[in-house]
């Protein structure tokens, strides 16, 4: 009869320290599993921002290309830069000022929804891209004097809150300078040459 016994498989369950051994295990790989896939949402969130921060800055160094066609020399006589829409910013706004661009309907806005695209008066998307423009002339170092009268140096900014929150486009652009913590931005550097066709 006890060799009978000792002929027959075990049925024995498992104990209760080698269920707490297992799911240990497992929490340990849970918590490792979600860790991942809130980092890579953040990831995946910071490389969306860039990408459409790139996409809005290019878009404004176009439109300042564009905007340079109204700097040209009508009759053989050069106008001023002034009578551009953007440009003229630099005469009101000189370096080191950084600005926003006024916004023109149906040419530009210098807010943006989250898809990049511009807002304009009456449009209830929440802004979460700001752009700054910045323009300085080439200069002599010793004199001061312009160097060449028909090139001007754009700075784009684009900027948007890193929490994620829609961005207040009236902040001021040395409050943003200032914390760089809170505000993510891509820059674009770019020069616009005045039209020199006669028109």
């Not at 009456?122 to 170092?141: E, I, K, N």
Request: some cysteine.
């Amino acid at each position: 009869m006890s060799a009978a016994r000792a002929r027959r498989p075990s049925s024995r369950g498992y104990t209760l320290i080698e269920v707490m051994a297992a799911l240990g295990v497992l929490s340990i790989g849970a918590t490792g599993v979600l860790a991942l896939q809130k980092a890579t949402l953040i990831s995946n969130t910071n490389a969306r921002n860039i990408a459409i921060a790139n996409n809005i800055a290019t878009t404004w160094a176009e439109r300042l290309r564009v905007d340079a066609l109204q700097w040209n020399d009508p009759g053989g006589v050069p106008d001023r830069d002034s009578d551009t829409d953007w440009l003229s910013l630099m005469t009101t706004a000189p370096f080191p000022a950084k600005v926003g661009p006024t916004l023109i309907p149906a040419l530009g806005a210098p807010n943006a929804d989250v898809f990049g695209t511009d807002i304009y008066a009456g449009d209830p998307s929440q802004p979460a891209f700001c752009t700054h423009v910045r323009f300085s002339q080439f200069t002599d170092a010793t004199t001061g004097a312009r160097r060449w009268g028909t090139l001007i140096r754009a700075e784009i900014r684009v900027i948007w809150e890193r929490n994620g929150n829609p961005i207040d486009c009236t902040v001021a652009p040395v409050v943003v300078d200032a914390e760089p913590e809170r505000f993510g931005a891509v820059y674009v550097t770019t020069a616009v040459r005045r039209n020199t066709s006669e028109q």
